[in-house]
């Protein structure tokens, strides 16, 4: 989905556009405490939103932490990374930005006569 005024993202949505679809679950564990462990997880909280993601309407983080204890990492996860199953985009645009010139950047003109959307 396009909310029309954003570039889209690697996956496929685009933040702020209207949809009627579950947020994405990212799983994160950690061999710490949630204490020690609360800035790693605020810094990435906070990347993600500069990228116009929100939190509970685009994506739920679901963390565990081990306390320090490594052994423990296995089975706090659920299950396997091998087992889950994998979002594919369903379609890819190429999204060509023409203001790149203002930064010294020349685009070759094969790029932009395939590119899907030509912002000026």
């Not at 609360?38 to 739920?60: M, P, Q, V």
């Not at 204890?69 to 379609?91: C, M, V, Y």
């Amino acid at each position: 989905m396009d909310c029309g005024n954003c570039a889209r993202t690697f996956i496929g949505r685009c933040p702020g556009a209207a949809r009627a679809v579950e947020p994405f679950r990212i799983g994160r564990r950690s061999p710490n405490s949630a204490e020690a462990d609360a800035s790693n997880l605020r810094a990435f909280r906070d990347g993600i939103r500069e990228l116009g993601w929100e939190e509970r309407r685009d994506y739920a983080i679901e963390a565990r932490f081990a306390d320090g204890r490594f052994e423990l990492l296995p089975g706090i996860g659920g299950a396997k990374p091998s087992d889950l199953p994998i979002e594919q985009p369903t379609r890819l645009d190429l999204v060509v930005n023409k203001a790149a010139r203002a930064i010294g950047i020349t685009l070759p003109r094969a790029l932009v006569s395939q590119a899907d959307q030509v912002i000026e």
